[in-house]
Structures are given as C-alpha cells and as structure tokens.
C-alpha cells in the first residue's frame, strides 16, 4: 500500500516543482491514500488558503525534508494513473458488497449496488474521448440551434471585412498580432478592448510592454473621442474636457475592462488565473515575448508560451489575442519598399508565434499610410477559412487625431495574380 501511497507522493511534489496552481483544482482529497500523500496534499491546500498560493521549495523543505526535483515528472500522466487506482479500488469494494448481498440471499440489494456500480463507472471518466459516430445527432442538433438563434461563435471585430476571412475572434482559439515596434499594436489592443465594451462585453487586457496607466490613457482617447496627442501632452481645452465627462456620465455600457500590466503578471498561468478569478469574454495581452518562461533557451521558452497560450485558450473557451513582435519584412530591399508585399514572418525568438497559433494577423504602417492614416492589415493565417479570395491586405483607416478606425478597403489578387482594388 506504500507503494501506491508513493504515486500520491510523486504527483503533489512534480505539481510544486512545476509551479503551475491550475494544476491543484484537478486534485481532490479522495484522489488520495491515507498516509503522506493526503497529509501532504491537505498542508498543500492549507498554505494556499493562507498565502493565495503554491508552497515555496523552501516551506515544502521545512515540513516534509524533501528536496523538490529537478526534472519535473508528468503531472496529466500521475493524475491519470492516480485516478486508474481510485476507481479500481472503489469498484473492488462495490462489487464486494454485491458479493456480499448475494451470500446472504438478497438478489434485490445486489441488483441495486450493482446498478450504483455501473453509475459511478461512468461518472469516473479519466479521459476525455469523443466518439464521431455515436455523437453525430448531438453535433446535428447543435448546429440547428445555432442557425436558429444565428450563434457567433466568439466575439466580432470592429471591421467587418476581417470578421469575414477569420470569423471573427472565435472562442477557444490563440489570435497573434505581429508587427514591428511601433507599428500600432498596444493601440490594435485597445481597439478590440473598447469593442468589446461596446458590446456588453468583459475584457481582460493584460500589458507588458507599458504600464496599465497609459493603456487607459490611450482606451480614455478612443472611448471619448479625444485627440490623443492633446490628452498626452494635458492641453486640452475646457470644451474638451467638458465633453469628455459628459461621456463618461452618459456611458451605460454594460461590462468593463480589467487593466491588469507586468507588476502582476510574468507567466501565463498568471494569466489563466486572472481569466478564473474575473470570467471575462475575451483575454488581449499585450507583448506576449515578455513572457517567463521556464527554460533557458529563448526558443525553448517560446514553444512553452505559446504552447501554454494555446492550451489555456481552448480550456477557457473565450478568445485569446496577442501581440508579439517580428523581424525584417523580406530578405531584399524591394521586398521591404513595396507596401503591398506579403510579410515574410520572423517573430521574435521563434516561429512557433506563427505556426502554433489559430490566426495570424500582419500589421504595418509605411510612411505613406502615416501620412493617409491607414493600416495595413494582412491576414496571414487563418486555420480554419472558409474565405473564398485571396486577400493579401485589408487597409483600415487610423486617426489618432479623431480616433476613427471604422474605414476597410481589401486588396486582393485575381487569378492571373493582378492588384485588384
């Protein structure tokens, strides 16, 4: 019995070494043998009722004298093998009592424990498994009821033409915005994040690249119509400031925005915590490099951000969408000159920004489109499309003066590959 006490053991001190605290509501009292792995797992929770947190390596030191190990075990391969036990033990004493009820004449109480068996088999799932044929009729009823009720699946954005190549941003999916420094992607995220308000919509907006303070500065510009340039530099005039509070007294919108910058988050388990604590609609995080990670290499790091990203978004269910920062547009001048070449993508410390993710946008303003105020759009990726064009840019207006952003004007190559307006 100490043995299979040691799996306990095994999987509590491979959860702390991994640091990771959305691990520890999987867990429960009864996943447990009585000895030194229940005792361990109730100082476990007990430490986080008081500290809002995982043990350190130096508290679990003190009252176990285990040393934490360096090379992290499975956690979901522990967990599975832990609830395997589980639920042999219970139904080695189930089918004991059936056993019993059967020694001592009495098929009817047999019957019914046997019956409680059977239920709490399927109640003990271990995996999750779907069965396409089976499940057919239940997907059949599901996509009626969303052409009844017309069910978006996720949240628009504010341009209609590139809700219809990467319909919109859907739930359960990781969207990547990758520009270069100061190409426009904190004001992208602002953009989404006031959508959303108006909406009715919650949003999560997590900056690390500046502080929350000059994301609801520049959210303040863009919810109210203010120049940002003037609400930047404290000249705006009285009239200004008159409209502004008219606004802000007016404002029924439903919903807020939770400003959340790097003082609170470093990981994205950070992040994960924040969505379980606040349930908002959509998750934007600005400046995904700056993540920590924890492995040494930048390309290591990368896969484990991106694929935590990922993970947490399809667990979640609501929209991710982050920002992260690329390399040089092409490998030649021409490449770099031409305002309409597609973006050869080099995101920084890896290509798993590009490749993992569900949608990839492209932004970049030449110096033109400063000039005519515009973005440039490219959709880069789209894992599921069903767009019909090959669209190479959408160009949407971007007024920072009067804070319009409405305007969507597509590019697009015809068959024989021509610009076509």
């Avoid at 100082?43 to 285990?66: M, Q």
């Avoid at 951000?305 to 690329?326: C, F, K, R, S």
Wanted: glycine share 6%; with cysteine; net charge neutral.
């Amino acid at each position: 019995m100490q043995g299979i006490d040691s799996l306990g053991v095994r999987l509590l001190k491979s959860l702390l070494a991994s640091k990771d605290v959305l691990l520890l509501e999987r867990l429960r009292i009864d996943d447990f043998l009585l000895g030194k792995s229940r005792d361990m797992f109730a100082w476990i929770l007990e430490y986080g009722l008081k500290f809002n947190g995982l043990p350190t390596e130096a508290a679990f030191i003190d009252e176990f004298g285990n040393v934490l190990p360096n090379d992290i075990e499975a956690f979901p391969y522990l967990h599975e093998q832990i609830l395997k036990r589980n639920l042999g033990f219970k139904l080695t004493q189930s089918l004991q009592q059936v056993g019993n009820s059967l020694d001592n004449n009495d098929p009817d109480a047999a019957l019914q424990q046997l019956v409680q068996v059977v239920q709490n088999t399927n109640q003990q799932k271990v995996d999750k498994v779907s069965f396409y044929n089976k499940e057919a009729s239940q997907r059949i009823q599901t996509y009626k009821h969303n052409v009844t009720n017309k069910v978006f699946e996720g949240i628009e954005t504010p341009w209609e033409e590139i809700n219809e190549h990467i319909q919109g941003l859907m739930n359960g999916c990781l969207h990547v915005v990758l520009g270069r420094p100061n190409q426009g992607k904190s004001w992208m995220v602002c953009i989404l994040a006031d959508h959303c308000l108006k909406k009715s919509k919650s949003a999560l907006l997590v900056t690390l690249e500046m502080p929350s303070i000059r994301i609801a500065r520049r959210l303040d510009a863009i919810r109210h119509k203010l120049s940002f340039g003037k609400l930047r530099n404290n000249v705006l005039l009285p009239a200004d400031l008159q409209k502004w509070e008219d606004s802000v007294a007016n404002d029924k919108t439903v919903g807020d925005i939770i400003l959340v910058d790097k003082q609170k988050v470093r990981t994205v388990v950070d992040v994960a915590l924040l969505v379980k604590k606040y349930k908002p609609d959509i998750v934007l995080i600005d400046g995904g490099y700056r993540f920590s990670g924890r492995s040494k290499s930048h390309w290591e790091n990368t896969v484990e951000i991106v694929n935590d990203l990922q993970i947490y978004a399809e667990e979640t269910n609501i929209p991710w969408v982050v920002t992260n920062q690329y390399g040089e547009l092409g490998n030649n001048k021409q490449s770099k000159d031409d305002p309409t070449a597609k973006m050869e993508m080099k995101a920084r410390y890896g290509a798993e920004w590009v490749m993992a993710p569900d949608v990839v946008l492209g932004i970049q303003q030449s110096p033109d489109d400063r000039v005519l105020r515009r973005m440039q759009v490219h959709i880069l990726k789209v894992r599921d499309s069903a767009a019909e064009s090959n669209v190479d840019q959408i160009s949407i207006s971007w007024n920072l003066v009067d804070m319009q952003f409405d305007a969507t004007k597509s590019i697009l190559d015809d068959v024989q590959g021509n610009r076509v307006p």
